[in-house]
Structures are given as structure tokens and as C-alpha cells.
Nanobody, 127 residues
Framework: QVQLVESGGGLVQAGASLRLSCLAS????????MGWFRQAPGKEREFVTG????????SSADSVKGRFTISRDNAKNTVYLQMNSLKPEDTAVYYC????????????????????WGQGTQVTVSS
């Protein structure tokens, strides 16, 4: 079982950058497909970006393509979400998740396919 703790959220202006971190403990992040999700008030939790356990596959939502990047540091057992050119519509609680299912090339994009979740970190982008 893996435990996940997100950090790095905050209040920024539109156009700024922010990097979120997801520190894993209990098992290595390279054992799981890892995903970043977000949830804005009154909206469903949505997939932002993810990486397969092998690291060979990544996927991102259309709304963040070209602006957000997922990366992984196996030595630090940490997954990152680099967010550039932030927009007010990016405001949400951001969650890190580990799948625990499927092969090393598996990369799910729906919340139900992720077994482990962090507590979330708030990102607020002002206009």
C-alpha cells in the first residue's frame, strides 16, 4: 500500500507557474500508474495528467496540454505536476493518485481506476 502527500499549492496570478509535488511512502511510485486530478467547487473530479508505471506513457487532458507536465523522480519517490501559463479556470483542489491496477503500460484516466489518493492541495489562480 502507498501513502501520498501533495504539496506546493497556493494563490497565484494568471500567467504564473506552479509546481506541485506528490511524495509517496510505503511503496515506490514506479510501481504504479500515477495521475493528477482536480476538483473545482460544484464540479466532478477530473483527470489532468498521468504517467504509466513504466514511465513510457503519459496522457493529459486537452484543457492542459502544452501547459502542464507530469514527471517522476524515482530517487525521491516523488511525482511532480509542473503547471505553466495558469488560468483562473485552473482553480481547484489538485489530487495525486496511484492506480495499483493493470500492467506497467496501463494509464487510466478515470478516478475509479485509482486506488490510492492524497489529501489534495488547493490551487487558486486570480485574474
Amino acid at each position: 500500500q502507498v501513502q501520498l502527500v501533495e504539496s506546493g499549492g497556493g494563490l497565484v496570478q494568471a500567467g504564473a507557474s506552479l509546481r506541485l509535488s506528490c511524495l509517496a511512502s510505503g511503496r515506490t511510485v514506479s510501481s504504479y500508474a500515477m495521475g493528477w486530478f482536480r476538483q473545482a467547487p460544484g464540479k466532478e473530479r477530473e483527470f489532468v495528467t498521468g504517467m504509466s508505471a513504466s514511465g513510457g506513457r503519459t496522457s493529459s487532458a486537452d484543457s492542459v496540454k502544452g501547459r502542464f507536465t507530469i514527471s517522476r523522480d524515482n530517487a525521491k519517490n516523488t511525482v511532480y505536476l509542473q503547471m505553466n501559463s495558469l488560468k483562473p479556470e485552473d482553480t481547484a483542489v489538485y489530487y495525486c493518485a496511484a492506480s495499483g491496477y493493470g500492467s506497467r503500460s496501463y494509464l487510466p484516466t478515470v478516478p475509479v481506476s485509482y486506488a490510492y489518493w492524497g489529501q489534495g492541495t488547493q490551487v487558486t489562480v486570480s485574474s
